[in-house]
């Protein structure tokens, strides 16, 4: 079986212990304006065909509804291939449906891990991430992690793990 893009990433030894997405009201954000539109045109187009012009061209505007349609597709692509990865030697964030973005920071130069999550992040399951490091990057920033009480202890614990792997 062929490796996905994240597999051919890894390190020897090195094994995913988390794979987070955003949540999926950010995905749910980006189609609103997409099923708004694509509803705009379905009842214009409708309209003018039944009222004021019932001509058989009229109909190829239906059509128009391609465009919302490939936005709506587009929007999932890329929340799709928006992933965050933990592993035992590393955090990746993984960006792009054709080009791919990749940013990881080493476990051992994270020194903190700032989580900020609103009200309604807490009632919905989501929060943004801070990840500060001693890299010249200096911090990663994670936004609306679905699932972050359970990214963070992950984050925390492979990050403990691999010291105490280093000091033995």
């Known amino acids: 079986m ?8 890894l390190g020897e030894r090195e094994k995913i212990i988390m794979s987070a997405r955003q949540h999926w009201m950010v995905f749910f954000q980006e189609i609103i304006a ?11 187009v409708t309209l ?47 960006q792009g449906v054709f080009n791919k973005n990749v940013i990881d920071s ?24 801070e990840i500060l490091t001693a890299s010249e990057l200096g911090v990663n920033r994670f936004t609306k992690i679905g699932d972050p009480i359970h990214f963070k202890t992950s984050m925390i614990n492979a990050k403990e793990e691999l010291e105490t792997e280093r000091h033995e």
């Open 106 to 129: 080493s476990l051992e130069k994270v020194n903190d891990v700032k989580m900020m999550q609103t009200f309604f992040g807490r009632l919905l399951g989501y929060a943004d991430f």
């Open 34 to 44: 997409e099923l708004i539109t694509g509803l705009a045109i379905l009842v214009l």
């Open 2 to 9: 062929a490796k996905s893009y994240l597999e051919s990433l």
């Open 48 to 94: 003018v065909l039944t009222m004021i012009a019932p001509i058989p061209l009229v109909a190829l505007f239906y059509l128009v509804l391609i465009v919302p349609l490939v936005s709506l597709l587009r929007d999932y692509l890329n929340w799709r291939n928006n992933e965050y990865v933990i592993t035992n030697r590393r955090v990746i964030h993984l």
